[in-house]
């Protein structure tokens, strides 16, 4: 069964504690893996794509990793407006349709 | 930057009522889609929809569910007899194309309270 599993659940750290997320998955064929960004009450804001392993990408103080099992999230020096959720989703070959499948999110907390 | 539109930002009904929830893709995209979240849960997948028709539903896109794109713009998702279980936060998203390097777009969602 295809699954996407994120962890931790939530995470609090101090403004400039570093940190990273991580994101693991078991799709039959990995298309893409996405990250997102969602605000209390909003839709998910997109933040990185990647599509295979080894692959890198970088926003700010975002980092996004990729290996045939995992993606992190690293969250370099973060500040109190990197609070919210980040979710993790996988397109996956057996759609056709670009279905996504989410993760759960962890939901972070920077405090100044 | 382009926005996927989605009205109305809240809607509450009562149990059995039929509702539509209403959204504007962004305009040259061609795969349109739908997915909710109950409170405190992962979002998932409803709804795919391309070339005038559903292209893929999941088991939760029973009977009572429909989509339409009515007139080249709008893209709805219609409920006919809502049920307490369908409250939820609704999101549209919109793609370009098919292949990887398309991303997706989301709205900032529908809030349907059912009670």
């Known amino acids: 069964e295809d699954q996407v599993t994120q962890s931790p659940e939530a995470l609090r750290l101090q403004e400039g504690e570093s940190s990273s997320l991580n994101c693991s998955y078991t799709?039959?064929?990995?298309?893409?893996l996405f990250w997102y960004r969602q605000d209390p009450g909003k839709g998910p804001e997109f933040l990185f794509t990647?599509?295979?392993a080894g692959e890198e990408k970088e926003k700010e103080r975002l980092k996004a990793t990729l290996t045939k099992k995992e993606s992190f999230l690293h969250i370099t020096a973060p500040k109190p407006e990197d609070s919210a959720t980040y979710l993790c989703?996988?397109?996956?070959?057996?759609?056709?349709?670009?279905?996504?499948?989410f993760g759960q999110g962890t939901t972070l907390q920077v405090k100044p | 930057e382009p926005e996927v539109t989605q009205t109305p930002s809240h809607q509450v009904t009562q149990m059995g009522q039929e509702v539509i929830l209403r959204c504007v893709p962004i305009?040259?995209?061609?795969?349109f889609y739908w997915y909710r979240q109950i409170l405190g849960q992962k979002v998932e997948f409803l709804v795919s929809?391309?070339?005038?028709?559903?292209?893929?539903k999941s088991e939760i896109f029973d009977d009572q569910f429909s989509v339409e794109r009515p007139d080249g713009s709008n893209f709805t998702l219609k409920i006919r007899s809502t049920k307490l279980e369908d409250s939820a936060m609704y999101f549209c998203?919109?793609?370009?194309?098919?292949?990887?390097?398309?991303?997706?777009?989301f709205g900032s969602g529908t809030r349907l309270t059912v009670v």
């Open positions: 998203a919109s793609r370009g194309g098919q292949g990887a390097i398309y991303g997706y777009t």
């Open positions: 799709v039959s064929g990995l298309r893409g």
């Open positions: 990647l599509y295979s």
């Open positions: 989703a996988v397109h996956h070959r057996s759609s056709n349709t670009g279905k996504l499948i």
């Open positions: 305009s040259n995209h061609l795969y």
């Open positions: 929809f391309y070339n005038n028709e559903i292209s893929e």
